[in-house]
Structures are given as structure tokens and as C-alpha cells.
């Protein structure tokens, strides 16, 4: 290791692996006592582990109230290092006998890192995936559960059925979270017989043969990808047989599942492994495999649900996000939302796309393409209200026109259909910039997506409500203790200790990197580069060279693949396209096969292996391709980041095999024609180069770099943003959060604490997460005067006064979860007609509980009260999610009056929200005394006859809300935005309304119809 150390670099935020070097020399001690042990004996070590840890033999999956946690836990605080060295131990030999295969020394040390709570940089090849079984599992062992977090839905299945056979052999369970459905790992469900496999997205049959006889050389690790070893064949210094004979406890090991799932199981999911179980199940288990989104999903639907038992997840303890710079910085600029639709606006957004289709660039608008941002022009603004019909678009039709003129604009000039999105049965699908994968559920915001689809001519879906929102930077944040791995970290080592405290551990290679990396070659045109890219090609493929060729977009990736097939190049192509996105684990497996010519969008998070020869392969397939140079890695086109750069060029070289890079970048690329000078343009076209000849000078290196350097600190500024302003909602999002996690999980003395927050009759008990803080009664009693409009003195009038016009509402019987019958007591508990009695105190309000509770029973009163309580909060919370991202827009106008929008949004977040406790607490007071609750299924028998109440505006939005939120839950795993359970009813101008006022409608809530 000390050879390695020297490589070692230390920055500010990258560490040293040193001081693991001890571990990793008492867990070698520990591997033949361990190789002694039976089956059933190792199995035994979990169960003994967790009892000198303290844990209890069963842990609930869902304790009774979730809060957050700090971000870091010391892990030397909590796992002692002789448990920490066996378990490893464990997890090495449960590998031997399960796999195959046995953790090298430096993944020992990955695991470390991991478990330290920190990011292990390991190259691509180096066996990242078996890396994260030695802290999943050691972190499992407190029964509180472990995430491991992938960028896609297949490589959740491929790992957990993959490593879920370690975990399984030392007794822990393991669950899946996917798109639209939840597994459980369970090995004795798959029967004798041919497997089911799937490679990318959906099912498939095998395609790869399972010789016996296919052959993995030496000094391979199979996580990544892995063949058959045959017995006696070297792996790391020590003998590893294919499969160990002679288990005492597990006898399919030997059946033709498992065999096919040793051959191709790096790339192919064998779902017979696979049994189909509720989220909470999936949760439930010991170690839980998804994608981010979905982690994140489940979260904000856990937030915006009514009953404890349709929760999903437990509190979080620890997580592991496989290619985490890409989930981490990549997609951080997105926040997740989930959304209801609110209104149709259909026909404006087709208005405006068919208005926009004659504005010219530079002539009705301006972009910048640094920015991605347009800017109307003059002439443009009078084209659009020549065609409106109106004099002045900024005050005659007002700010809405606006918005979809620049809107529509935007999706013109900016987006680009099979770049930035594809045409997917009659939707609109956003690709991931980063990996070309298409990101279903995912929706661009404020308008965008609905003006695509008008542009498009795609069906338009209706405008979105948010119900809740948070950015990937606060979800992650929330775990008490973090970490990840992927192949480039240390380029973002400070955006990763800034923004999440992570630092970064560069884990050595376990054999010496021996790839070459040649310089770029740059072109003046993108014609002559494809052009010479294609004659190269030609050169490696004649000469039997695989080669993976790199594109950044779907556009290039086909066009490039014009250019092979008139050099008569056979090629497989790799996007984000259904066509090809279905084979992705094997089209990436067997890239690495003689003559193989792959053209694919970035590689990042592919997440399987190119080896050699093929996978699986045999000896004389390695060694021939080995004897050729390896894999021949060609990048089209410089990436904004350089990570991305850096992990195609990591697909070749892996494990110490021969390999080669190389960049073609021509002056026409985005980076280059966005970032490069204008001088630099001026002299290569002075040069007189033909356009497919290629140039290389250290200025134009130079120039690429400093690009890259650019629009990565553009990029970073960029989630730096996105983040100071969604830390500004996230204080008031947890405030309500935990707010709402006592009511749903607390008893009723919890509810009835809860209660006496919110109105304020408590004044000496502070809220603890102190934002809700219980307002002097004082200042209540105003509040209560001013909505009810009475005249009497605020001093004189007790907490408790009821509006004289209450609202008619829904309560709910917690036990059943259903709504309840609509039910309202008409006799106010305060006097004739419900008007305010005089009072000194907060003890009439307490006495007309009391009267409640006396006449229901506590139980039901309150656990009626904790349904109004929760309805009320959801209403006022979306209504103020929606006015923040007005806000948010609106503050960025104030930097002209010298004024900084941050600082801006601050004031006014807290002003609001301060608004917002105000309105959740008059609307209480005006409704809880009113409220009658639901005894099996029936209101309570005292309900007055007396006509509905008038001015019930709230509850339709109450009961919109709840129904929306209702809905939403269902949608497990969908991320999609839901359809409104049930739309407004429409009425007859002279019918009564449909609120209950006793009006017209046209006179009420028709007035402006």
C-alpha cells in the first residue's frame, strides 16, 4: 500500500486511505476462522452480532414518531472495530461461498471509507458493487435499515438479486423500490428451470451463452461483471473454486437460476429472485435498493398521507448512493415535486406555440446558451400583440401573457426534440443530460413542459398544483449518516464537503492503470470530425480493436451512426430510445468483444462492466483482444464536466488490462463554440486546414480546459442557488413535517398537545421545532376578533369564539381512515346563533373541548380533531408552497433597486409563513367547535337537522386537498402527476351553490364564470 500512498494526492477535502491499513490486516488475520465455520455457523454471526451490539431480535419497522436526524454519525461511536473487522469477515467469506468471489485488500478499504461515512473514489472495474455489501450489511445489523441508492430502476433489481444472495446466506432481508412496483429478494421461490431474465428496462431472454468453460483471467473481481471461475483459478493471491462444494444449509445453489445468474447476473436480472411485496414491505427489509427519485418520492408521499398504516418508510439511518457525484451534483439542480392538476389552459399554450413559430433568432429574440435563458426583442413583443390583438401585452393582458409568450419562446429556441427530450407515445419524456437515460414521471416546471407539448403537438396535461416539493441536497441531508462511491469524486471534493460534509477518499486500484491516454484531436468543423471519426473506426474494427464510442446526445449518436454505415461499419447503438435502451445491460457487456463497434450516449452509471472478450468470455477470447490493445475508448465531443469525461475514458483499462483514450473535438461542439474565444475561432480559420485534418496545440487544449473549468463553476454557483433558497423553505417544510408526523403517529394526549400549540391556549410550552410557537392569548383573541368581525374588545373575548357562520365540515373516524358524512352541530356551544359570549380566559375554550369530549368520548373527539387538524395544515401548506414560488420569482426584481433577492425571499418566506400559521389557526378555532365525529360509520347522534351553514369557502378546498393527497399516495412508485379525483360539479347560473351559501350561483362562486 505504501507504493499506492505515493500516488495519493491530498487536496482540502480528499483524504488518505492510511490509517485503514490496520483493518484491513486483522480482517486477513480473521479469514481462515471464518472459512472453518459451517454454513449454518456463519449464518449464526449475524444473530451474535446484533446481540453484542443490543439489538432487539425483532425491530419495528416504523416507530412511532420519524424526526430528523444530524447529517453525520461517527461511526467509531457506534459500530466497535472488532465487530466492524468480523463482520467484514463474514461478508468476505459469505462472498467466497456465494459468488465466487473474494474482496480484495482495497476493497476491504472501500467498505471503510463507506462506512465512515465518506466517499470512496474507486475506478471503473475496481468492483464497486461488492464493495457496498461489507457497510450495507454491518450497518443493517442495527435492525434500523440501509438504502442503497442507484441511478435506475434496473440496476436496483441486478444488485439486489446479484449481492442479495450474501445477504440472504447471513440471514438479512432485502427489498427493491422501483418505478411502479416493490420486490423482496427470496431465494425459495425460484423454481427448477429456465430463468426469466431482463437486461435495461424490461424482461428478456438470455442472448449470452453460459459455458462452462467461459473463462475469467486473472486478477479479475466479478463486481462489476463477473464469468464462471473455474476451480484453482487465481483471484486477488488466493484459489477461489466457482462454486465451494459441500453447503451444509443451502442446496440451490446448484440449480439452473443460480448457474445462469453467476453467468450473466452482472448484466441480466433473474427475476424469479424476485417476489412482488407492498412498498411498506420492501421498506421494511434490512437493506432496501432504488433509485433517488424514488427514495425521494416516498418521502413527500409519506408527508401528505392521513393514516399510519399506509406509511412507507421507516425514520432513515444510512444510506449509500451508488455513482453519487452523478445523483448528488448532476441531478441536483432538479428538485422533485409532486404535483395534482389545478387547471386547463390547453388552448392558450397551443396559442402561443403556433404564434412563436415565425419569431426569428436575433430578430424577434436573443438566447444565451451559457444561461439557457431568452430575451424577447422589441420587434418580436409587437408581433405577439399584432397577433393577440392588443395594444400593450405588459398591461393589457398582464403578466400570464408574458409568461407564455417567454415561455413558448423558450421551448423553441432552447429545447431540441432527441436532445433534451423524445417523442414517446404521445408524451413528451425528458432525457438525462448526464446519462441519456429518459427519465419518466420527470416534468419541467412553471409552464415549460405543457408548452413543449404545444410545440410538439403532443397531448398537453393540465396545469400542476405542488402538494410538496424538496431538493436532492435536503433529502439526503436528512440521513443521519451518508456516504458513496463512484469513479470521480475528487474534481467536486469541495461541492461534496460544502454542501453535504463529505469527504473524499481516493482507494487505490488493485492493479496499476496501464490504459493510454492519447491527446485530443481537434478539428475545425463537426462535419471533418465525424468524417475522420469514422475512418479511424474503420482502422480498429479492420483490425479487430473493440471500440465504445461516446456521444454526448441522441441527435449525435445517430448521426454519427450515418457516418459508420456508409464506411460499411456494423455497430451497436446505445440511447436512451426504447428500441435500444431495453438491452442496455448487454449491449454495454459485450462491447468489449473482438471487432464490437458501441456507440452510446455518456456512460455514467451504466453500472456494468466491458470486459475483454465479452461477458461472460473464455481464455482465448481475453487474451486475443488483450493482444489487440485492449478496449479503444473514443469521445465525439468534450462534456461540460470533467468527471463525465473521465468516466468514459474509465470503461477502458479496468483491472490492469491494455486499453486506449481518445477526444475528437471539433470548434463547432457546444463547449467550444459557447466558451471558446472568438480569437481562437478567427486564427483556426486562418489556418487553412482541411476540415477533417486533424490539429493539435496546447492553446486549444488550453481552451478546453478552461471551458470545462467555466461551466463547472457556472454549474456548481447554479446548485449553489437552487439550494439557498430551497434552505429557506426547508426550515418551514421540516417545521410542518414534524408537525404533521406527531399528530398522524402520536396518541391522543399527543393530539390534544398538538392542539393547544396551535391555538395558543398553552403558553408556557413552546412548539419544539419553534417555528409553530404558541401565540399569547392576547394576540389570539385579536385574531379571532378581527376574523369574526366582532366589536368587542380582543381582551374580553375567550379563545374559544366560533365564527357566527361556521363552516360545515367532513370529520373522520382515524380507526377506519374513510371520510366521514358530512356533519355540523347548528347549536353553537357558545349561545343562541353562535355569537362570541364574553369572556376573561382560555378556559371556556377548554371547557367546550371538555363539553365535546364529555359528550363523544376523548378518543373520538380527538381523533376527529387530529383528521381536521392534518386537512387544515395540507390546505394552508400547498396554498403556501404556491405563493413562495410566486415569491421566489418576484424577488429576483428587487436586485434592481440594489437589493439582494435572497435576502429578499428570506423576509418575505417568513413573513408568509408566519401568515400561514395564522390562517391554520383561525381556521381551527372557527371549526372545532363544530365538529361532530364519525362512531362507526355513523355521525354522532346529537347532529342538528338545522340547514347547512353558510360561507363553507374552505372546505371544498380542505376536502380537494385531502382527496388530491389521498390519490397521490396511491401512486406508489409513479412520480407521475396525478388526475384530480373529482372535479368541480357544474351548475345552472340560478342553481343554489354548490358551497352551501344559499346563494345563486352565478351570485357566488359563478360570479367570475
Same mark, same amino acid.
Not at 447 to 462: F, P
Not at 626 to 648: C, M, P, S
Not at 664 to 674: A, G, I
Not at 723 to 752: A, C, H, P
Given at each position: 500500500?505504501?507504493?499506492?500512498?505515493?500516488?495519493?494526492?491530498?487536496?482540502?477535502?480528499?483524504?488518505?486511505?492510511?490509517?485503514?491499513?490496520?483493518?484491513?490486516?486483522?480482517?486477513?488475520?480473521?479469514?481462515?476462522?471464518?472459512?472453518?465455520?459451517?454454513?449454518?455457523?456463519?449464518?449464526?454471526?449475524?444473530?451474535?452480532?446484533?446481540?453484542?451490539?443490543?439489538?432487539?431480535?425483532?425491530?419495528?419497522?416504523?416507530?412511532?414518531?420519524?424526526?430528523?436526524?444530524?447529517?453525520?454519525?461517527?461511526?467509531?461511536?457506534?459500530?466497535?472495530?472488532?465487530?466492524?473487522?468480523?463482520?467484514?469477515?463474514?461478508?468476505?467469506?459469505?462472498?467466497?461461498?456465494?459468488?465466487?468471489?473474494?474482496?480484495?485488500?482495497?476493497?476491504?478499504?472501500?467498505?471503510?471509507?463507506?462506512?465512515?461515512?465518506?466517499?470512496?473514489?474507486?475506478?471503473?472495474?475496481?468492483?464497486?458493487?461488492?464493495?457496498?455489501?461489507?457497510?450495507?450489511?454491518?450497518?443493517?445489523?442495527?435492525?434500523?435499515?440501509?438504502?442503497?441508492?442507484?441511478?435506475?430502476?434496473?440496476?436496483?433489481?441486478?444488485?439486489?438479486?446479484?449481492?442479495?444472495?450474501?445477504?440472504?446466506?447471513?440471514?438479512?432481508?432485502?427489498?427493491?423500490?422501483?418505478?411502479?412496483?416493490?420486490?423482496?429478494?427470496?431465494?425459495?421461490?425460484?423454481?427448477?428451470?429456465?430463468?426469466?431474465?431482463?437486461?435495461?428496462?424490461?424482461?428478456?431472454?438470455?442472448?449470452?451463452?453460459?459455458?462452462?468453460?467461459?473463462?475469467?483471467?486473472?486478477?479479475?473481481?466479478?463486481?462489476?461483471?463477473?464469468?464462471?471461475?473455474?476451480?484453482?483459478?487465481?483471484?486477488?493471491?488466493?484459489?477461489?473454486?466457482?462454486?465451494?462444494?459441500?453447503? $451444509?444449509?443451502?442446496?440451490?445453489?446448484?440449480?439452473?437460476?443460480?448457474?445462469?445468474?453467476?453467468?450473466?447476473?452482472?448484466?441480466?436480472?433473474?427475476?424469479?429472485?424476485?417476489?412482488?411485496?407492498?412498498?411498506?414491505?420492501?421498506?421494511?427489509?434490512?437493506?432496501?435498493?432504488?433509485?433517488?427519485?424514488?427514495?425521494?418520492?416516498?418521502?413527500?408521499?409519506?408527508?401528505?398521507?392521513?393514516?399510519?398504516?399506509?406509511?412507507?418508510?421507516?425514520?432513515?439511518?444510512?444510506?449509500?448512493?451508488?455513482?453519487?457525484?452523478?445523483?448528488?451534483?448532476?441531478?441536483?439542480?432538479?428538485?422533485?415535486?409532486?404535483?395534482?392538476?389545478?387547471?386547463?389552459?390547453?388552448?392558450?399554450?397551443?396559442?402561443?406555440?403556433?404564434?412563436?413559430?415565425?419569431?426569428?433568432?436575433?430578430?424577434?429574440?436573443?438566447?444565451?446558451?451559457?444561461?439557457?435563458?431568452?430575451?424577447?426583442?422589441?420587434?418580436?413583443?409587437?408581433?405577439?400583440?399584432?397577433?393577440?390583438?392588443?395594444?400593450?401585452?405588459?398591461?393589457?393582458?398582464?403578466?400570464?401573457?408574458?409568461?407564455?409568450?417567454?415561455?413558448?419562446?423558450?421551448?423553441?429556441?432552447?429545447?431540441?426534440?432527441? *436532445?433534451?427530450?423524445?417523442?414517446?407515445?404521445?408524451?413528451?419524456?425528458?432525457?438525462?443530460?448526464?446519462?441519456?437515460?429518459?427519465?419518466?414521471?420527470?416534468?419541467?416546471?412553471?409552464?415549460?413542459?405543457?408548452?413543449?407539448?404545444?410545440?410538439?403537438?403532443?397531448?398537453?396535461?393540465?396545469?400542476?398544483? +405542488?402538494?410538496?416539493?424538496?431538493?436532492?441536497?435536503?433529502?439526503?441531508?436528512?440521513?443521519?449518516?451518508?456516504?458513496?462511491?463512484?469513479?470521480?469524486?475528487?474534481?467536486?471534493?469541495?461541492?461534496?464537503?460544502?454542501?453535504?460534509?463529505?469527504?473524499?477518499?481516493?482507494?487505490?486500484?488493485?492493479?496499476?492503470?496501464?490504459?493510454?491516454?492519447?491527446?485530443?484531436?481537434?478539428?475545425?468543423?463537426?462535419?471533418?470530425?465525424?468524417?475522420?471519426?469514422?475512418?479511424?473506426? *474503420?482502422?480498429?474494427? $479492420?483490425?479487430?480493436?473493440?471500440?465504445?464510442?461516446?456521444?454526448?446526445?441522441? @441527435?449525435?449518436?445517430?448521426?454519427?451512426?450515418?457516418?459508420?454505415?456508409?464506411?460499411?461499419?456494423?455497430?451497436?447503438?446505445?440511447?436512451?430510445?426504447?428500441?435500444?435502451?431495453?438491452?442496455?445491460?448487454?449491449?454495454?457487456?459485450?462491447?468489449?468483444?473482438?471487432?464490437?463497434?458501441?456507440?452510446?450516449?455518456?456512460?455514467?452509471?451504466?453500472?456494468?462492466?466491458?470486459?475483454?472478450?465479452?461477458?461472460?468470455?473464455?481464455?482465448?477470447?481475453?487474451?486475443?483482444?488483450?493482444?489487440?490493445?485492449?478496449?479503444?475508448?473514443?469521445?465525439?465531443?468534450?462534456?461540460?464536466?470533467?468527471?463525465?469525461?473521465?468516466?468514459?475514458?474509465?470503461?477502458?483499462?479496468?483491472?490492469?488490462?491494455?486499453?486506449? +483514450?481518445?477526444?475528437?473535438?471539433?470548434? @463547432?461542439?457546444?463547449?467550444?463554440?459557447?466558451?471558446?474565444?472568438?480569437?481562437?475561432?478567427?486564427?483556426?480559420?486562418?489556418?487553412?486546414?482541411?476540415?477533417?485534418?486533424?490539429?493539435?496545440?496546447?492553446?486549444?487544449?488550453?481552451?478546453?480546459?478552461?471551458?470545462?473549468?467555466?461551466?463547472?463553476?457556472?454549474?456548481?454557483?447554479?446548485? *449553489?442557488?437552487?439550494?439557498?433558497?430551497?434552505?429557506?423553505?426547508?426550515?418551514?417544510?421540516?417545521?410542518?413535517?414534524?408537525?404533521?408526523?406527531?399528530?398522524?403517529?402520536?396518541?391522543?394526549?399527543?393530539?390534544?398537545?398538538?392542539?393547544?400549540?396551535?391555538?395558543?391556549?398553552?403558553?408556557?410550552?413552546?412548539?419544539? $421545532?419553534?417555528?409553530?410557537?404558541?401565540?399569547?392569548?392576547?394576540?389570539?383573541?385579536?385574531?379571532?376578533?378581527?376574523?369574526?368581525?366582532?366589536?368587542?374588545?380582543?381582551?374580553?373575548?375567550?379563545?374559544?369564539?366560533?365564527?357566527?357562520?361556521?363552516?360545515?365540515?367532513?370529520?373522520?373516524?382515524?380507526?377506519?381512515?374513510?371520510?366521514?358524512?358530512?356533519?355540523?352541530?347548528?347549536?353553537?356551544?357558545?349561545?343562541?346563533?353562535?355569537?362570541?359570549?364574553?369572556?376573561?380566559?382560555?378556559?371556556?375554550?377548554?371547557?367546550?373541548?371538555?363539553?365535546?369530549?364529555?359528550?363523544?368520548?376523548?378518543?373520538?373527539?380527538?381523533?376527529?380533531?387530529?383528521?381536521?387538524?392534518?386537512?387544515?395544515?395540507?390546505?394552508?401548506?400547498?396554498?403556501?408552497?404556491?405563493?413562495?414560488?410566486?415569491?421566489?420569482?418576484?424577488?429576483?426584481?428587487?436586485?434592481?433597486?440594489?437589493?439582494?433577492?435572497?435576502?429578499?425571499?428570506?423576509?418575505?418566506?417568513?413573513?408568509?409563513?408566519?401568515?400561514?400559521?395564522?390562517?391554520?389557526?383561525?381556521?381551527?378555532?372557527?371549526?372545532?367547535?363544530?365538529?361532530?365525529?364519525?362512531?362507526?360509520?355513523?355521525?354522532?347522534?346529537?347532529?342538528?337537522?338545522?340547514?347547512?351553514?353558510?360561507?363553507?369557502?374552505?372546505?371544498?378546498?380542505?376536502?380537494?386537498?385531502?382527496?388530491?393527497?389521498?390519490?397521490?399516495?396511491?401512486?406508489?412508485?409513479?412520480?407521475?402527476?396525478?388526475?384530480?379525483?373529482?372535479?368541480?360539479?357544474?351548475?345552472?347560473?340560478?342553481?343554489?351553490?354548490?358551497?352551501?351559501?344559499?346563494?345563486?350561483?352565478?351570485?357566488?362562486?359563478?360570479?367570475?364564470?
Amino acid at each position: 500500500m505504501s507504493f499506492f500512498g505515493k500516488l495519493l494526492g491530498n487536496t482540502q477535502h480528499t483524504q488518505s486511505v492510511k490509517h485503514f491499513e490496520p483493518l484491513v490486516a486483522k480482517i486477513n488475520a480473521l479469514e481462515e476462522s471464518f472459512k472453518a465455520l459451517s454454513d449454518q455457523e456463519l449464518k449464526a454471526k449475524t444473530v451474535e452480532f446484533r446481540r453484542r451490539l443490543g439489538v432487539a431480535p425483532s425491530v419495528s419497522p416504523l416507530p412511532a414518531v420519524a424526526e430528523g436526524a444530524p447529517m453525520q454519525a461517527s461511526v467509531e461511536a457506534v459500530i466497535p472495530g472488532d465487530i466492524l473487522s468480523e463482520a467484514f469477515a463474514a461478508v468476505r467469506e459469505a462472498a467466497r461461498r456465494t459468488l465466487g468471489q473474494r474482496h480484495f485488500d482495497v476493497q476491504l478499504i472501500g467498505g471503510m471509507v463507506l462506512d465512515s461515512g465518506a466517499i470512496a473514489e474507486m475506478r471503473t472495474g475496481e468492483g464497486k458493487t461488492l464493495v457496498a455489501t461489507l457497510s450495507a450489511y454491518l450497518n443493517a445489523l442495527s435492525g434500523k435499515g440501509v438504502h442503497i441508492v442507484t441511478v435506475n430502476d434496473y440496476l436496483s433489481r441486478r444488485d439486489a438479486v446479484w449481492m442479495g444472495q450474501i445477504y440472504d446466506f447471513l440471514g438479512l432481508t432485502v427489498g427493491v423500490i422501483n418505478h411502479e412496483a416493490s420486490f423482496l429478494y427470496d431465494s425459495s421461490i425460484a423454481p427448477q428451470g429456465a430463468a426469466g431474465t431482463d437486461s435495461g428496462p424490461s424482461s428478456e431472454a438470455g442472448g449470452v451463452p453460459t459455458s462452462p468453460t467461459s473463462y475469467s483471467p486473472p486478477r479479475k473481481d466479478g463486481a462489476g461483471g463477473r464469468s464462471v471461475v473455474p476451480p484453482a483459478t487465481i483471484v486477488g493471491e488466493e484459489p477461489v473454486p466457482a462454486k465451494p462444494t459441500g453447503r $451444509d444449509t443451502d442446496v440451490r445453489v446448484d440449480h439452473k437460476l443460480d448457474k445462469e445468474r453467476d453467468d450473466v447476473g452482472a448484466f441480466k436480472v433473474v427475476h424469479e429472485f424476485l417476489r412482488p411485496c407492498t412498498r411498506r414491505e420492501a421498506y421494511a427489509a434490512d437493506i432496501t435498493y432504488g433509485t433517488n427519485n424514488e427514495f425521494g418520492f416516498d418521502y413527500l408521499r409519506d408527508n401528505l398521507e392521513y393514516s399510519p398504516a399506509a406509511l412507507r418508510q421507516r425514520p432513515f439511518n444510512y444510506a449509500i448512493v451508488d455513482e453519487i457525484d452523478s445523483i448528488l451534483i448532476d441531478e441536483a439542480r432538479t428538485p422533485l415535486i409532486i404535483s395534482a392538476p389545478s387547471r386547463d389552459a390547453e388552448s392558450t399554450y397551443k396559442q402561443f406555440a403556433a404564434l412563436v413559430v415565425s419569431f426569428k433568432e436575433n430578430e424577434d429574440y436573443e438566447k444565451d446558451e451559457k444561461r439557457k435563458a431568452i430575451s424577447l426583442l422589441p420587434a418580436g413583443i409587437e408581433k405577439a400583440e399584432k397577433a393577440l390583438g392588443i395594444d400593450n401585452i405588459y398591461t393589457n393582458a398582464g403578466i400570464k401573457y408574458v409568461h407564455h409568450l417567454e415561455t413558448a419562446v423558450r421551448a423553441k429556441a432552447l429545447f431540441k426534440r432527441d *436532445k433534451e427530450y423524445v417523442v414517446k407515445d404521445n408524451q413528451i419524456v425528458i432525457v438525462d443530460e448526464f446519462t441519456g437515460r429518459l427519465q419518466p414521471g420527470r416534468r419541467w416546471s412553471e409552464g415549460l413542459h405543457q408548452a413543449i407539448e404545444a410545440k410538439e403537438g403532443v397531448v398537453i396535461q393540465q396545469e400542476s398544483r +405542488t402538494y410538496a416539493t424538496i431538493t436532492f441536497q435536503n433529502f439526503f441531508r436528512m440521513y443521519p449518516k451518508l456516504s458513496g462511491m463512484t469513479g470521480t469524486a475528487a474534481t467536486s471534493s469541495e461541492e461534496f464537503y460544502k454542501v453535504y460534509g463529505l469527504d473524499v477518499y481516493m482507494v487505490p486500484p488493485n492493479v496499476p492503470v496501464v490504459r493510454a491516454d492519447k491527446n485530443d484531436q481537434i478539428f475545425r468543423t463537426e462535419p471533418g470530425k465525424f468524417k475522420a471519426i469514422a475512418r479511424k473506426v *474503420k482502422e480498429l474494427h $479492420d483490425k479487430g480493436q473493440p471500440v465504445l464510442i461516446g456521444t454526448v446526445s441522441i @441527435e449525435r449518436n445517430e448521426l454519427l451512426s450515418q457516418f459508420l454505415k456508409a464506411e460499411g461499419i456494423p455497430h451497436t447503438m446505445l440511447n436512451a430510445k426504447p428500441e435500444y435502451a431495453e438491452r442496455e445491460g448487454e449491449t454495454v457487456a459485450q462491447a468489449g468483444k473482438k471487432g464490437a463497434v458501441t456507440i452510446a450516449t455518456n456512460m455514467a452509471g451504466r453500472g456494468v462492466d466491458i470486459k475483454l472478450g465479452g461477458n461472460p468470455n473464455t481464455k482465448e477470447a481475453y487474451e486475443e483482444v488483450k493482444r489487440l490493445g485492449g478496449l479503444f475508448v473514443l469521445g465525439t465531443e468534450r462534456h461540460e464536466a470533467r468527471r463525465i469525461d473521465n468516466q468514459l475514458r474509465g470503461r477502458s483499462g479496468r483491472q490492469g488490462d491494455p486499453g486506449e +483514450t481518445q477526444f475528437f473535438v471539433s470548434l @463547432e461542439d457546444t463547449l467550444m463554440r459557447v466558451f471558446a474565444s472568438d480569437t481562437l475561432k478567427s486564427m483556426m480559420g486562418r489556418l487553412g486546414m482541411a476540415e477533417d485534418e486533424p490539429i493539435e496545440h496546447r492553446l486549444i487544449s488550453k481552451a478546453l480546459e478552461s471551458a470545462q473549468e467555466k461551466i463547472e463553476g457556472f454549474n456548481f454557483d447554479s446548485r *449553489k442557488h437552487v439550494l439557498e433558497f430551497d434552505d429557506v423553505i426547508n426550515t418551514q417544510r421540516s417545521s410542518v413535517y414534524s408537525r404533521r408526523r406527531r399528530l398522524l403517529l402520536g396518541n391522543v394526549d399527543d393530539v390534544e398537545k398538538e392542539l393547544f400549540e396551535i391555538l395558543g391556549l398553552n403558553d408556557t410550552a413552546a412548539s419544539p $421545532d419553534g417555528t409553530f410557537s404558541a401565540a399569547s392569548l392576547r394576540d389570539s383573541r385579536r385574531e379571532i376578533a378581527r376574523f369574526s368581525g366582532s366589536t368587542a374588545r380582543p381582551e374580553n373575548l375567550a379563545i374559544s369564539t366560533p365564527l357566527k357562520q361556521s363552516p360545515r365540515l367532513a370529520a373522520e373516524n382515524v380507526p377506519s381512515g374513510e371520510a366521514a358524512a358530512d356533519a355540523i352541530d347548528g347549536n353553537s356551544p357558545f349561545g343562541k346563533g353562535g355569537a362570541p359570549e364574553r369572556s376573561g380566559g382560555a378556559g371556556d375554550f377548554e371547557s367546550v373541548i371538555q363539553k365535546k369530549i364529555s359528550e363523544f368520548g376523548r378518543d373520538n373527539f380527538l381523533n376527529a380533531a387530529r383528521i381536521i387538524l392534518l386537512q387544515t395544515i395540507d390546505m394552508y401548506w400547498v396554498e403556501h408552497l404556491e405563493v413562495m414560488d410566486y415569491t421566489r420569482g418576484s424577488v429576483n426584481l428587487r436586485a434592481y433597486g440594489q437589493r439582494d433577492p435572497l435576502v429578499e425571499y428570506k423576509k418575505e418566506g417568513l413573513r408568509l409563513f408566519r401568515e400561514m400559521q395564522n390562517a391554520v389557526r383561525e381556521q381551527v378555532v372557527r371549526i372545532l367547535p363544530n365538529i361532530v365525529p364519525v362512531i362507526q360509520g355513523q355521525a354522532a347522534q346529537n347532529i342538528s337537522s338545522n340547514a347547512a351553514p353558510k360561507n363553507s369557502v374552505l372546505t371544498p378546498e380542505m376536502r380537494e386537498v385531502h382527496e388530491n393527497a389521498r390519490i397521490i399516495g396511491s401512486q406508489d412508485g409513479s412520480g407521475k402527476a396525478v388526475q384530480s379525483a373529482k372535479k368541480e360539479p357544474q351548475f345552472g347560473r340560478n342553481d343554489p351553490c354548490w358551497c352551501g351559501s344559499g346563494k345563486k350561483y352565478k351570485k357566488c362562486h359563478g360570479k367570475n364564470v
